[in-house]
Nanobody, 122 residues
Framework: QVQLVESGGGLVQAGGSLRLSCAAS????????MGWFRQAPGKEREFVAA????????VYADSVKGRITISRDNTKNTVYLQMISLKPEDTAVYYC???????????????WGQGTQVTVSS
């Protein structure tokens, strides 16, 4: 079992930056890929970014490349999502996720956090 708790969401102006955090707990965390999804109002949840917990291998959705960076601090069991040059269309609930493989983490993660709201004003 893996527990995920997101934090760091909020209201930011367009062009601003925000860093989301995801505190993970549970057994064998090093075997999981970690990632982020987002769901905008009226839209389906979409993959944003993911990384391999121990190796630092990363993968990004094309829509966020260059503006979003995923990273982790293994000493704190925490995954981060650094977002810059935010746009109103980045407004969404952002969810932390954990999955047993790169395919799983980018499509149907095994575990989800509760989500944190990010609102970008124009």
């Amino acid at each position: 079992q893996v527990q995920l708790v997101e934090s760091g969401g909020g209201l930011v102006q367009a062009g601003g930056s925000l860093r989301l955090s995801c505190a993970a707990s549970g057994r064998t965390l090093s075997t999981y890929y970690m990632g982020w999804f987002r769901q905008a109002p009226g839209k389906e949840r979409e993959f944003v970014a993911a990384l391999n917990w121990s190796g630092g291998r990363t993968v990004y959705a094309d829509s966020v490349k260059g503006r979003i960076t995923i990273s982790r601090d293994n000493t704190k069991n925490t995954v981060y999502l650094q977002m810059i040059s935010l746009k109103p269309e980045d407004t969404a609930v952002y969810y932390c996720a954990a999955g047993v493989s790169q395919v799983i983490i980018t499509t149907t993660p095994n575990y989800w956090g509760q989500g944190t709201q990010v609102t970008v004003s124009s």
